[in-house]
């Protein structure tokens, strides 16, 4: 079984930075990849971006060159640095770990939601203009 908590959210005004953090318990972390998440009460969930075994990273159009994703195997933890922060970024946001999977992932299975077998709870982050 595995549980995911995030934390790091809050206001903050727009062109700031927030750091979202997710750790993972149970067992499997290493042999997963892990995704970010987001979703507002207008939209649906979107992806955010993604992180395979071996260290590869994956974005979304919206976010690329502004989030950076990272993870530590060691401390069973996902981050999301997300920089230059504008009020559309506004939403809850999820991270989600993946059943084991190859060492290198693609990015049409990491946005699929469907490739998640966790879920955190959520963080709301909301950028203020």
């Known amino acids: 079984q595995v549980e995911l908590v995030e934390s790091g959210g809050g206001l903050v005004q727009a062109g700031g930075s927030l750091r979202l953090s997710c750790v993972a318990s149970?067992?499997?972390?290493?042999?997963?990849?892990m995704g970010w998440f987001r979703q507002t009460p207008e939209q649906e969930r979107e992806f955010v971006a993604g992180i395979d075994r071996s260290g590869g990273t994956f974005y979304s159009a919206s976010v690329k060159g502004r989030f950076a994703i990272s993870r530590d195997n060691a401390k069973n933890t996902v981050s999301l640095q997300m920089n230059s922060l504008r009020p559309d970024d506004t939403a809850v946001y999820y991270c989600?770990?993946?059943?084991?999977?190859?060492?290198?992932?693609?990015?049409?299975?990491?946005?699929?939601?469907?490739?998640?077998?966790?879920w955190g709870q959520g963080t709301q982050v909301t950028v203020s203009s």
């Open positions: 149970g067992r499997g972390f290493s042999e997963a990849a």
């Open positions: 989600a770990q993946t059943r084991r999977t190859a060492y290198f992932a693609t990015m049409h299975y990491l946005e699929d939601q469907r490739s998640y077998v966790a």
